[in-house]
């Protein structure tokens, strides 16, 4: 659901240092799992992993506070400050987490390939069609816990060649097929075969 797509060069590029940034953009705290990546992020930073967890599009039904967290309750792609506001989150994004207890597919997966950000989420529902894993992100199972996905995490972010290898693959999977003009010709293609 991006207007334009982000130009490649732009998103594979420099990556400002610092600690491991992780985006999670959803708009149902308790569905999406907001809960989980709060506990990965503690997580991380119990183990000694400097991390910070950007939480976009929802708000918790109760409060709460967590060192390294910014909650962010919505942006609006349609007015250009915030539409721009979203694409620095990408940029800025390490991984992109959503540990998701049901989804039918989730757009946001291919937005974060535009990006060149990975996928971390479990293997549930249509997940898996829109994540590979070991091509534009991680799968783990529905059950994982938040020290699941921290060991991934953690173990990905220290190895930066693996990293940029899952952020080119990413990128490269959103251009063949995770955009919709791909969409478009695998469904005219279908119905001509009909």
Do not use: M
Not at 135 to 164: C, H, M, Q, W
């Amino acid at each position: 659901n991006l207007e334009e797509a982000p130009d490649r060069a732009s998103v594979l590029g420099f990556r400002k240092p610092g600690p491991c940034r992780l985006l999670f953009i959803g708009a149902n705290w308790e569905e999406k799992g907001a809960d989980i990546a709060v506990g990965t992020l503690a997580e991380l930073r119990d183990r000694g992993v400097e991390a910070e967890l950007v939480i976009c599009g929802c708000t918790p039904p109760r409060p709460v506070t967590q060192d390294g967290l910014t909650i962010i309750p919505y942006l609006d792609k349609n007015d250009r400050e915030q539409r721009n506001r979203l694409g620095q989150l990408y940029r800025d994004a390490d991984f992109f987490l959503l540990p998701t207890r049901a989804d039918c597919y989730g757009i946001v997966f291919c937005e974060a390939a535009a990006h060149g950000v990975p996928s971390i989420a479990p293997a549930t529902g249509g997940v898996p069609c829109a994540i590979r894993d070991g091509e534009t992100g991680i799968l783990l199972p529905p059950n994982a816990t938040k020290a699941d996905y921290a060991t991934v995490i953690s173990e990905t972010f220290a190895n930066p060649d693996r990293l940029a290898r899952l952020r080119q693959s990413s990128r490269d999977a959103y251009e063949a097929r995770l955009n919709w003009q791909a969409w478009g010709r695998r469904v005219s293609d279908l119905i001509q075969t009909l």
